[in-house]
């Protein structure tokens, strides 16, 4: 995919990024940094410490029924794979959406909020393919409300052991100086007489790096103020190369990469985020027949045994007996935390238990690497 | 940016060290700063004949592999195995322990065709 420059969509911290000395590249549609300082670093940052990524590619999308929680509900339960129906408000949860073969479109946060209905955070990459289909599958469901308020909001990831104590810094500057919710949970912050704003500041305690945090949505106009806040307060500024990293090590899904249309989630390692006991939602028959069947294949963590260059995207698995291809790495990396080179593969069953030998092809040579338990770390 | 004037360079940053029959090769400052945080280098095997612009070595950082190229022909007669165990001395001293290899080369009046640290200063802005 070409993607010119100019083409581009900025995100509203764009100056900061320039002014921080970021590398930018094409995301997802969108000009995004890579890094600034150097992604090992930033990693660090992150385990030991805390970091800030911009988020504010991610979509954010309201549904609401005017028959209220329980309708928006049952219409969210027929497109996602998660039950929308066991959300209490403030709460959320990871949930999918899928095809009719039971491929992922998109996975996404889902969350209820307290008085409004639901929230969803979607990747940037598929904004446009989910409205798609929640509008299609509105038609039946006429009470259903959908807003997409994405070009609105900017947004933010605050994430690492100390997130919550630079949270409280900054928390001071906000309506009512609110506590972080509990994991998984969403409060809206109102200041007074701001009740009509479509985009209320929102904070959620999810993340994508497996530490500890909060993802911090707000007006766009107001992202470079909280940004500054959340950098005085202690946060390094962290890039998109961390941020694969870090869900990597913690064997998190990227779309486009370990999710696609093809695979399901249940060959992704995802069954937990798919109730079949709930009504049908789209996909669920091609799950069903591959629950009594079996499954082709399982999304597979492997780590490099010995000393090799960092596995990368598209690199082959190769049976090391009969040195056959039997995959290929959907994502890889050096892992800045074990020093070691990490990767996710689709594996045919028979190997994809921890333990079985596999190599790498690296260019033409074979280096020795093994299915491991996930997460990595 | 250090570029230091007794070197020479190519556009694809690789710099030799003229004046000698082991002419040792790396990468420019400013390479290594587009590159950022080295992980991993691919070094030639010692006693390789090669010609200019053969993708000898190879050097990675997180996010991307690179290949670094022969600058002149030649006998590859040493490598920096250092490199190894602790490539990150490419990103803090491009010019001195980061060295990749040395190459003997075959002709040395070869070496006056590459870019002089000045032109090579006028490639970069």
């Known amino acids: 995919m070409s993607e010119n420059t100019e083409d581009l969509k900025r995100s509203p911290l764009h100056d900061r990024h320039v002014a921080l000395g970021a590398r930018l590249v094409p995301f997802a549609g969108w000009e995004m940094p890579v890094q600034y300082e150097g992604i090992l670093r930033e990693h660090r940052a992150v385990r030991e410490s805390c970091g800030v990524f911009d988020i504010s590619h991610m979509g954010e999308i309201t549904v609401r029924s005017t028959e209220g929680t329980k309708a928006a509900a049952a219409y969210l339960n027929h ?95 906000l309506p009512g100086s609110p506590a972080l919710p509990p994991r998984n949970g969403i409060i809206k912050v109102v200041a007074e007489g701001d009740e009509d704003n479509p985009t209320p500041i929102r904070i959620c305690r999810t993340g994508y790096t497996g530490e500890d945090g909060f993802e911090f949505f707000c007006p766009a106009a107001q992202t470079p103020a909280w940004f500054d806040a ?37 060959e992704a390692g995802l069954k937990p985020f798919v109730k079949m006991g709930k009504d049908e939602f789209l996909g669920h028959d091609a799950l069903k027949v591959q629950l009594t069947k079996g499954l082709p294949s399982k999304l597979s963590a492997i780590c490099v045994t010995g000393k090799a260059p960092p596995p990368r995207t598209g690199y082959a698995v190769v049976d090391p007996e009969t040195k056959e291809p039997i995959g290929e790495l959907s994502s890889g990396s050096l892992s800045p935390s074990l020093g070691t080179g990490i990767g996710l593969a689709y594996l045919p069953l028979e190997k994809s238990a921890p333990g079985t030998e596999v190599c790498l092809d690296i260019r033409g040579r074979l280096f020795p690497a093994v299915v491991s338990k996930k997460p990595f770390i | 940016m250090n570029i230091p ?121």
């Open chain 1, 230 to 266: 959340f950098l005085e307060a202690g946060a390094v500024p962290c890039g998109l190369g961390a941020r694969d990293t870090l869900r990597l090590e913690k064997c998190y899904p990227l779309n486009g990469s370990d999710l696609d249309g093809y695979h399901t989630p249940l």
């Open chain 1, 79 to 173: 497109l996602l794979t998660n039950d929308a129906s066991v959300l209490k408000p403030g709460q959320g949860q990871y949930t999918l959406m899928l095809n009719e073969r039971g491929g992922v479109i998109d996975d996404l946060i889902l969350y209820r909020t307290r008085t409004d209905g639901f929230f969803l955070v979607v990747n940037a990459s598929k904004l446009s393919e989910d409205l798609i289909w929640l509008e299609q599958e509105a038609d039946s469901y006429y009470t259903v409300r959908i807003e997409d308020h994405s070009a609105g909001y900017g947004a933010l990831a605050v994430q690492g052991p100390k997130s919550q104590a630079i949270y409280e810094k900054v928390a001071k500057r």
């Open chain 2, 5 to 125: 004037d007794h070197l020479r360079y190519l556009e694809s940053h690789e710099w030799i060290e003229p004046g000698g029959t082991e002419a040792k090769v790396g990468i420019s400052d400013h390479a290594q700063e587009v590159l950022t945080d080295v992980v991993y280098v691919e070094l030639p095997e010692v006693g390789k004949t090669v010609s200019a612009g053969d993708p000898v070595a190879v050097v990675e950082s997180v996010k991307a592999a690179s290949d670094i190229y022969a600058p002149v022909a030649g006998e590859i007669v040493a490598v920096n195995s250092a490199l190894q165990e602790d490539p990150a001395v490419i990103n803090t001293d491009p010019y001195g322990a980061g060295w990749f290899f040395a190459i003997k080369p075959t002709d040395a009046a070869e070496l006056d065709s590459l870019l002089s640290a000045e032109e090579y200063r006028a490639k970069l802005s």
